[in-house]
């Protein structure tokens, strides 16, 4: 499981025209399924996301996580991140989890999410979106589980 995490001054993602979830300060998390994924990587990825410190403390080294700074956690499932780009020159997806199972983790890590943290907004899993961010930083991380 792919979490790819920016540090954010703020990030709403856009559906069809409404917006149907946004952050104040806080992380971007794009979130990719593959194939050999289950709900204990994404717990494990959670956690780890929770407690990665990325955020400045008072001497302005990154020391504080997402859960010291109570900041905003937008989730958006993002497919794309777990394509394998290793030869040619067009994406294969074939390390990806299917649709209906990468669904199910993605739904699972929401709810997680919801209840282990206060502040959590979401995408819509499999939907056309626009993500608008502004970077803080810019600070960006890969991290798998």
């Not at 499999?126 to 961010?133: I, P, R, T």
Request: proline residues 3%; charged residues 20%.
């Amino acid at each position: 499981m792919l979490g790819l995490i920016q540090r954010v001054r703020s990030a709403s993602v856009t559906v069809a025209g409404e917006v149907v979830g946004s952050i104040d300060q806080g992380l971007l998390l794009l979130l990719g399924v593959e194939k050999d994924d289950d709900i204990a990587h994404a717990d494990k990825l959670l956690q780890k996301i929770l407690n990665y410190r990325v955020f400045a403390d008072a001497d302005g080294k990154m020391n504080l996580s997402l859960r010291d700074v109570q900041g905003g956690l937008l989730l958006v499932s993002q497919f794309t991140l777990a394509a394998s780009t290793a030869k040619g020159l067009r994406p294969s997806f074939s390390s990806t989890k299917p649709p209906v199972d990468a669904e199910q983790i993605y739904n699972h890590f929401l709810a997680a999410s919801r209840t282990a943290h206060p502040k959590v907004a979401a995408g819509r899993f499999g939907a056309d979106m626009q993500v608008a961010l502004v970077n803080d930083g810019p600070v960006t991380f890969l991290l798998k589980s």
